[in-house]
């Protein structure tokens, strides 16, 4: 099946592309990578009067470094940013989740953009974002906005009609933040049936000085797992705890796949393999310093 009949157009400017969507609206899509986009377009499950090209827009390939922040524009591919050095030693945890997003192949024409504005509940990269406390830049007419990650991916309606993603925000990590990513899938490069991603750090006394923990694929959203209480507690302690105490927070979907309460058993098993190997990575750290 093909799609049906659409205007194309290819602007060479952000300015441009908001311009277009501002008088077209609802009528109109976004193609960035089109790794969601094009099967949709030939299953006619989306119908657009226009389709919007961005992919040709310098301003939005751009990975940059600004104060406390590192920001990715909503064109950078997936594995651009894999292959980003910036990335590595500034966003490790996005660094961790990228072998996991789908295949080489996707990778390659796939964006950091295009994943979060499709924010499916099992992708990694809004799981990275939320887990980071990370925010999303919405460009339109009216101007920019910034809306924090954990905020965007609560419902459809935060992006409006008129707005593009221009770009990912990503707080840039402490020298001495240890990080892990931990995922099962049907298959590697599916999405996955819950995923789990990891980011702390231990004082001198090897106790949790910070600590964020996400999970996905066991809700409708990425959650970022409230972990306010863990904090100071000897490390030796939080593994297992914070298993027990994720699973317990959250309501597991239940469809074709997996059951809901496989999805709890998994959430347990992946929480607690993260969260070691992240502090496994802290205490090798220390040792290599000492």
């Given at each position: 099946m093909k799609p049906v009949a659409f205007d194309y157009y290819r602007p060479q400017a952000l300015s441009e592309a908001v311009a277009l969507l501002s008088d077209m609206g609802d009528e109109a899509t976004i193609l960035a990578g089109g790794m969601t986009l094009g099967p949709m377009l030939n299953l006619r499950v989306a119908?657009?009067?226009?389709?919007?090209?961005?992919?040709?827009?310098?301003?939005?390939?751009?990975?940059?470094?600004q104060s406390n922040v590192v920001l990715t524009g909503a064109g950078?591919?997936?594995?651009?940013?894999l292959r980003s050095e910036v990335i590595q030693r500034e966003v490790p945890l996005l660094a961790m989740?990228?072998?996991?997003?789908g295949h080489f192949q996707t990778r390659n024409r796939g964006t950091l953009g295009g994943s979060v504005a499709h924010a499916d509940p099992s992708a990694e990269?809004?799981?990275a974002l939320v887990t980071y406390g990370g925010a999303v830049v919405l460009q339109s007419r009216r101007g920019q906005r910034r809306v924090p990650a954990r905020e965007f991916f609560l419902g459809a309606l935060i992006r409006r009609s008129?707005?593009?993603?221009a770009a990912l925000e990503w707080p840039r990590c402490a020298p001495n933040a240890s990080h892990a990513f931990a995922e099962i899938a049907q298959r590697h490069g599916d999405f996955a049936i819950v995923a789990a991603a990891c980011s702390l750090r231990l004082d001198t006394l090897d106790r949790v000085e910070e600590l964020s923990l996400g999970v996905g694929g066991v809700e409708?959203?990425?959650?970022?797992?409230?972990?306010?209480?863990?904090?100071?507690?000897p490390a030796g302690e939080i593994a297992a705890d914070l298993s027990e105490h994720a699973a317990a927070n959250l309501t597991p979907m239940e469809d074709h796949s997996v059951s809901a309460d496989y999805r709890t058993a998994l959430t347990k098993v992946l929480v607690a393999r993260a969260v070691s190997s992240a502090l496994d990575v802290a205490r090798q750290r220390r040792g290599h310093l000492q």
């Open positions: 119908r657009p009067r226009a389709v919007i090209d961005i992919s040709r827009i310098p301003a939005l390939k751009t990975i940059s470094v950078v591919t997936q594995s651009d940013a989740a990228l072998p996991w997003v990269i809004p799981l008129d707005e593009i993603i409708g959203r990425p959650i970022a797992v409230a972990v306010n209480s863990f904090l100071r507690r």
